[in-house]
């Protein structure tokens, strides 16, 4: 079954709104994993808008799973991945002014960069992977920059409607997924990824693992996290096996 990790940054949003204790990504992550997810993502952004280095800690220390942290590629992230020693690290792209990540990473204009995070990572045994547009070119890139893995953006696909551009996307995806593992990367995906559009993903048999956040954080309010993620557990169970 294609892996799920739960982002909860946006558990981190609503307490920002009022800069208090309440609600807790930690205490809500623990919760994620007793549904069986296999693990927890977190963006720790550099204008700390939801998720804060304490957060990062204290995830990093008390879950059971694993975790995965997204972080701009620049030195003040990189130190603290090497300090917490997360099991993943991803790089992304990042702009001050963008409500969320907006696409993939340019690995290409920036492989000797990226190649020098890459040693200090390894160095430390945690995961480097690269969340890129499915896009060939910065595939091929990746390899260049020595990615595990990459993770393709959905981004794109979750926001399109028209169903002939929807098919050729997924096409994209679906042949940038093969070709990364032909290169011998693990491909994992995420970005907009909902009840009604996961299964298209989930489905596709390069893809292992999966990051979804913003709509479990969001179905969460309905009917709490656990019952959220189990629903999303089930529908990527039944499109990968
Ligand atoms: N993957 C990456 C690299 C991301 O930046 C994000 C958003 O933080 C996600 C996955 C999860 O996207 P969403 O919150 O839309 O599910």
Redesign the pocket.
Known sequence: MTRLFV?V??VATIREARKILEPDPLKAALLAEKVGIDGI?V?LREDRRHIQDDDVRLISQNINTKLNL?MAAIKEMVDLALELKPYQV?L?PEKRQEI??EGGLDVCSQIPELLEIQKSIKEKNILFSL?VDPDISQIDASKQAKADSI?I???RY?ELTDPKELEEELLRIREAALHATKLEMRVFA?????YDNVQAIASIPEIEEL???????AQSVYVGIEKAVKMMMQIIKSAST
Do not use: A, C
């Open positions: 982002n940054d946006h993502t963006h997204e991803s992304v969320t990540t969340f993770e953006n959905t981004g979750s995420g970005h907009g990824l909902n990051n979804i956040g913003h709509f479990l954080v």
